[in-house]
């Protein structure tokens, strides 16, 4: 045992990563079986430590876990503190900045009281590290600077630079440049004196020239980055970096060439990413800088030479991304969702418990648990795909041509793709694919602001408003795309919360004998997520319908069956939404009493919807409240009835993800159901794309809130057309049911009914 772990240690000194990572878990695996806990926690603490090093996350995190298992099992402070420090560092380089903060406190608790000090100033550099990434700078230079007098009292020289470097980089994120210089050109001082990687070092001081106006020695330090040994930083950020220098001084061929090579190492990257999917959302929120690069680069080549290998590499690397997003979190046979351990949905039950706590009283105490909590079922899920092969994950050879053949001769696919500081968007039929210059990120997400609140008010100026963002998007776009009678939509940014049914596609002379001309009279708009997702809509029309509708919201409901004389505090309360009672008797008519089955009052509360869902309805139809939830991404909460303990249910994207549907369709009918924040390289968040993710067809949400009048009336003709026309998918039946609206001439003043549903599908 001792000699396979010596093997471990000069295998991991000699960059045979691979085979250390072997060793290491023999030794591990040899330590267990003759019950020594400690050392099998050290044992797998390096492995993990030889998965990080060649950038195999989902085994790092694998052995990471099991080694913190095994020394809170021995009771070793020590190897705990270790392990969490190597922990922290794998979330920071899997930009999780929130989960690295979390280990690293933990971490610091352990190692706080330990005779050994080693490992308590590294800690402090993930603390620092975790703190900078969060945008707290200010809070993380005293952290950096204890940090580093430890370290370098130690003589822990590599640590030391490794902090000052990542201290500089910090320094020039916040903008602080002087302070960026001092530290780097420190950091390098120490690295060329004791023979150390500065592949990093040299990266930074390259970004610092650059602010301070000196190209030409920024570029002679990017080419130093990149001809240096690699070492902890990725090889894709130097490329990507370099990559970022050329294309602001339009060097096309140079930057497309950077991004290239960095596109390289994220595709190995991707193959090896951990399952869970709040680590894989963060991870591809950083990814997605690449394949901006990638098509910047490739697209202003394209219009420059027309040469449609540029457009087509452009277009690919879109669609390349978009795929990986979102195929890895659809439902597989036997994936991570079947072997979630049964304590998972305890702890995912203590979690919304703290957070209705947090929605009724919030407080930093609870905010904190509530952040440990999530973690902890991160890593639960991180566990559960351990096993799972990088078989989910494929690079296309050509997306496009797919692509094409996905269409028929009526679709047109229209693809965004916004920047901040330019904008593309592809317009794709069977036959023929073209890319156009838009507006940047900035002034599309203004002018969508303003027309999307003129809408909703009602104002005037709306109609005007909708014109004038028409053209910002499709002004350069000819008539043969525009003339297809079924739009679909790949959205980016600010768009996912433009009303496209409400924009203007003619000059304005609007009057009583002559209204706007709406684009939703054209044609059937439907949101995709990515185009090579789509499929074939197999689900019967006679499939049966669960609508859950009027929860019993507070204990005062006459409905409440549970306790009564509860206290009000850590629960909230809601008021009834008893019109929602007949909302979905209405849809029940609409769609066949004989095929739906209503959940209200106390039947609508968490458990019977779940139960419900499990039988494989063809629709779900929430008609609800959606509230916000406390998370950063802005995910709404669909909630349902009291509990016998007065405690509200609570189903958000976390419940959903974990619980595979069938569904052709889901219906959110509820205020601001398709909240959610919209993340580079992954799109909208929130509850839209969690029931996509649990294997949707499509799911029908709100932007806004509606008159109930209005909203029932509109549901009621979306599912008579959508039994009338099934083939043709609810992007049809939504189109008709507004159309119907637009025949009276009070409906059509009420142009907020055209902007307030959402529609983001697959079928």
Known sequence: ?????????????????????????????????????????????????????????????????????????????????????????????????????????????????????????????????????????????????????????????????????????????????EEADAALTEALRIARMHRLGSANILRGLARVKDRQGDGRSALALFDASVAAAPGLTPRWIIYADRGDFRLARNNLNGALADFRAASQYVSLMRADIVPADQDRVTLESGLSRVTGGVVEAANRLARQTSDKAFLEEAFNAAEQERLWTLRALMPAPNDWRSRLPRNYWDLLAHYRSVERTLLAEPTEGKSDQAAALHL???????????????????????PLGRAQRLLDRDTVLFSFHLAAHSGWLWAADRDHVNVYGIPASPAIEAAVSGFSGALKAGEASAPALGRDLYRKLFNGVPPSYLAHKRWLLELDGPLFDLPFAALVVSEIHASRENPPDYLIEHASLEAIPNILLLESNGAPASGEMVSIGDPVYNAADSRYRGQR????????????????????????????PDRTRVLSGA??????????????????????HVIAGPDDRSSGLIALSLDSSGAMGFMGPAEILAHPVTASLVVLNGCYSARGATLPGTGLMGLTRAWIGAGAGAVLATRW????????????????????????????????????????????????????YFLLGRV
């Open 603 to 624: 039947d609508a509360g968490l458990d019977g919807v779940e139960a419900a869902l499990d039988a494989g309805p063809s629709i779900i139809h929430f008609a609800t």
């Open 376 to 398: 902890q079922l991160q890593q639960m899920e991180a566990t559960a795909g351990a096993g799972e092969t990088s078989g989910n994950f494929s690079v296309l050879a050509s």
């Open 1 to 177: 045992m001792g000699r396979r772990n010596a093997s471990g240690h000069i295998n991991f000194s000699k960059g045979n990563y691979l085979q250390a990572h072997e060793d290491f878990l023999g030794t591990a695996a040899l330590a267990i079986q003759i019950h020594r806990l400690p050392l099998a926690a050290t044992a797998y603490s390096d492995a993990g430590g030889a998965a990080l090093a060649r950038q195999d996350f989902r085994d790092a995190l694998t052995d990471f876990l099991k080694a913190s298992g095994l020394a809170r099992e021995a009771g070793e402070s020590l190897a705990l503190a270790r392990t969490l420090n190597n922990l922290a560092s794998l979330y920071l380089q899997m930009s999780n900045p929130e989960a690295a903060l979390q280990v690293a406190k933990e971490g610091l608790d352990y190692s706080a009281g330990l005779p050994d000090r080693s490992v308590h100033p590294k800690l402090q550099f993930q603390l620092a590290s975790a703190l900078a990434r969060l945008h707290r700078f200010d809070e993380a230079r005293p952290v950096y600077r204890a940090a580093i007098d430890a370290l370098d009292e130690q003589g822990d020289f590599e640590a030391t630079s490794r902090a000052l470097s990542s201290w500089g980089g910090a320094a020039l994120e916040a903008g602080c440049i």
């Open 565 to 592: 004389n509860l206290t009000t505090s850590g629960n909230m309360v809601l008021p009834r939404l008893i019109a929602t009672a007949d909302e979905v008797e209405v849809c029940s008519r609409a769609w066949g």
């Open 705 to 756: 809130n509606i008159s109930d009048d209005a909203g029932q009336s509109l549901m009621a003709a979306f599912y008579r057309h959508l039994r009338a026309s099934w083939s043709q998918g609810p992007a049809f039946a939504l189109q008709q049911a507004q159309l119907e609206l637009l025949k009276n001439e009070p409906a059509r003043k009420r142009s907020d009914l055209l902007g307030a």
